[in-house]
């Protein structure tokens, strides 16, 4: 397998400088970058850890560690309880296998901090090249711009990074709202409002420019109070959604930026007893399999998880077969999947 090469990182931090960080001795770092054996196993992870976190990684120390995982594909995902991850990382494992590699998933918990030291765990074993789907509360990328310095390759999925520059795979999010939107003025609602997740990520931003835009294009006007976003705890959801389905005049019409947003809209629907989808229809994104079987069932976008998975392997593989400047942004097709949450047509 080929491997970038590191002549542009410029190794600014010491020996001594990660000596000074754990409080061991030079002699002590040097010895355990080295793999030498009188090291103990924690304190040369701890070391390790220490230097890629604070940009010391030297050039004969990565290929030490590609060469012992040369066949190793690290992932990061918010959560693998989610179904589009759960069905991305099959998509990846399949091709992963095809092309003699391993996989070591890991799941960052939609925390920043925990996304960033996984890369840093990542580094140390020395995996080939990262598939990576970022957390909710990632703002800088600093510790993805770091594999690019010392050439490990990165493929965003799904939720995409657009400070790094990389190969990514997405679908066109703000079309898809655009669509789902389109549907919610079909079946005759007049007021829809947007549920989105954390305002940082940039496909929460696709997804409410989307909204907007198919509100605009049907002569309906874009209130920003019916825009209210949340994070990915319960409660905030619940909160958020009280806020839309509690005010004086409450929205006939929802997109949910994912189906457990739309199904806590549904709860608190129930809970102030609003009929749906006689006096408010509810869509979600990602189709969940749980959305065919609550009642009403979920009117939801698919999005093509496996693929996704497919096609981020793919070009993680190509780029360490031949490694180029060059990157691609493959935009796969999603789809409405129509259900209940929205079958009552209002138009006629």
């Not at 102030?272 to 069932?297: A, H, Q, T, W, Y």
Request: overall charge positive; charged content about 25%; some cysteine.
């Amino acid at each position: 397998m080929n491997i970038k090469t590191m002549s542009s990182y410029k190794k600014e931090i010491t020996l001594q400088d990660i000596a000074k960080t754990l409080q061991i001795s030079v002699s002590t770092v040097s010895r355990a970058l080295k793999g030498h054996p009188r090291i103990s196993e924690t304190t040369q992870r701890r070391v390790k850890q220490a230097a890629n976190r604070l940009g010391y990684l030297s050039i004969d120390l990565l290929e030490e560690q590609q060469k012992k995982h040369s066949n190793l594909i690290g992932i990061i995902v918010p959560k693998i309880s989610y179904h589009l991850y759960a069905m991305a990382i099959s998509g990846i494992e399949k091709v992963a296998e095809s092309n003699g590699m391993h996989i070591i998933v890991c799941q960052s918990n939609e925390s920043y901090q925990r996304e960033k030291s996984l890369v840093e765990e990542l580094i140390a074993i020395g995996v080939n090249g990262i598939i990576a789907s970022l957390a909710s509360e990632t703002k800088t990328f600093s510790h993805f711009n770091q594999l690019k310095k010392l050439g490990i390759p990165i493929v965003f999925f799904n939720r995409e990074c657009k400070d790094v520059i990389s190969n990514k795979v997405t679908i066109d999010n703000s079309r898809a709202a655009y669509e789902a939107v389109s549907h919610l003025v079909d079946v005759g609602c007049k007021r829809i409002a947007y549920l989105g997740g954390p305002e940082v990520l940039q496909i929460n931003r696709d997804r409410a420019n989307g909204y907007k835009k198919a509100l605009q294009d049907n002569n309906l006007e874009v209130i920003e109070d019916d825009l209210v976003y949340s994070n990915f705890d319960k409660e905030s959801i619940l909160s958020a959604a009280r806020m839309l389905l509690y005010a004086p005049m409450h929205p006939d019409g929802i997109l949910a930026f994912s189906d457990q947003i739309a199904i806590s809209v549904m709860l608190v629907a129930k809970e102030r007893g609003i009929d749906i989808p006689k006096k408010l229809c509810i869509i979600g994104f990602n189709n969940e399999p749980v959305g065919e079987f609550i009642n009403p069932s979920l009117t939801s976008i698919s999005q093509p998880g496996f693929r996704m998975g497919e096609e981020a392997a793919q070009l993680l593989v190509k780029e360490l077969k031949e490694p180029s400047n060059l990157y691609e942004k493959r935009i796969l097709k999603s789809f409405l999947v129509i259900r209940n949450s929205t079958n009552k047509n209002k138009a006629k």
